[in-house]
Antibody, heavy 118, light 106 residues
Framework: QVQLVESGGGMVQPGRSLRLSCAAS????????MHWVRQAPGKGLEGVAY????????YHADSVKGRFTISRDNSKNTLYLQMNSLRPEDTAMYYC???????????WGQGTLVSVSS | IQLTQSPSFLSASVGDRVTITCRAS??????LAWYQQKPGKAPNLLVD???TLQSGFPSRFSGSGSGTEFTLTISSLQPEDFATYYC?????????FGQGTRLEIK
């Protein structure tokens, strides 16, 4: 069955970096566009970044542009989010999600928590 | 594209019929999905293509609409339906979410 397992979250000071990973299994990872979505405590869902199935196109939300970078390694079935210059407002649960052909995000990971605080 | 859900908060009783509305700032055809999220859990896809109910969800849930106005209806609320519901548009980049509707037990 489809599984997405995030890792790499934790508590970090402002200005530092983290790299999130999302290990995919149970499907042909290289055939799907993938996304990172975050949810600040008590808040709604925010799309953070997107990468096309082949890695040839990416998108980053304005709130993270220039600081975060999405990437993927199809040989390892893994999605990444490199997070630099972290700010307190980046504190959130970060989910990876699989996109089903512009119709929906049909599978989500369980999330990894990032907390940015001094 | 901005999505505006209404209401943001809804208090209802078991057995009630409830409707949540999602309005898009411009036409998105039928490229709209609905998610259910329970506390401490990831969102779970409920409806896509505006009206296609996902397997595992009962038929008391239904989605409708096209263009700029969409609705999610629960015909008879059950205790397990109390959750937060989000709409999402995938018609244009960037993909965006509504702000959510929190459904609570009255």
């Amino acid at each position: 069955q489809v599984q997405l397992v995030e890792s790499g979250g934790g508590m970090v000071q402002p200005g530092r970096s983290l790299r999130l990973s999302c290990a995919a299994s149970g499907f042909t990872f290289s055939s799907y566009d993938m996304h990172w979505v975050r949810q600040a405590p008590g808040k709604g869902l925010e799309g953070v970044a997107y990468v096309r199935f082949d890695g040839g196109k990416t998108y980053h939300a304005d709130s993270v542009k220039g600081r975060f970078t999405i990437s993927r390694d199809n040989s390892k079935n893994t999605l990444y989010l490199q997070m630099n210059s972290l700010r307190p407002e980046d504190t959130a649960m970060y989910y990876c999600a699989r996109e089903r052909a512009r119709w929906s995000f049909d599978h989500w990971g369980q999330g990894t928590l990032v907390s940015v605080s001094s | 594209i901005q999505l505006t859900q209404s209401p943001s908060f809804l208090s209802a009783s078991v057995g009630d019929r409830v409707t949540i509305t999602c309005r898009a700032s411009q036409g998105i055809s039928r490229s709209l999905a609905w998610y259910q999220q329970k506390p401490g859990k990831a969102p779970n896809l409920l409806v896509d293509a505006a009206s296609t109910l996902q397997s595992g969800f009962p038929s008391r849930f239904s989605g409708s609409g096209s263009g700029t106005e969409f609705t999610l209806t629960i015909s008879s609320l059950q205790p397990e339906d109390f959750a937060t519901y989000y709409c999402q548009q995938l018609n244009s980049d960037p993909i965006t979410f509504g702000q959510g509707t929190r459904l609570e037990i009255k």
